[in-house]
């Protein structure tokens, strides 16, 4: 569905300003930029945390998800 492509991506975007971060954070040089730096990366982990566990929810949705279909013969439905 949209709804887990869309978690997906941003799941994925979310990594990738993670992993900006911890490069940033090897690179600071002062305490200032290095507690920033840090208190980014606790936000950023924090979201991509609860993103992950609502992936896991919704494929676990997907995973318990049934069709019912019943068919007929003879009957044809053309529908718009």
């Known amino acids: 569905t949209e709804q887990f492509h869309d978690l997906e991506a941003e799941i994925k975007n979310t990594r990738a300003l993670r992993d900006?971060?911890?490069a940033l954070l090897h690179k600071a040089?002062?305490?200032?930029d290095t507690l920033a730096?840090?208190?980014e990366l606790v936000r950023v982990q924090t979201k991509l945390d609860q993103l992950e566990g609502r992936l896991k929810r919704l494929k676990s949705q997907i995973a318990l998800s049934s069709l019912s279909l019943t068919m007929k013969k003879g009957v044809v439905f053309w529908g718009r």
């Not at 040089?29 to 200032?32: G, Q």
């Open 37 to 39: 730096i840090e208190k």
């Open 29 to 32: 040089t002062t305490v200032k």
């Open 20 to 22: 900006r971060l911890r």
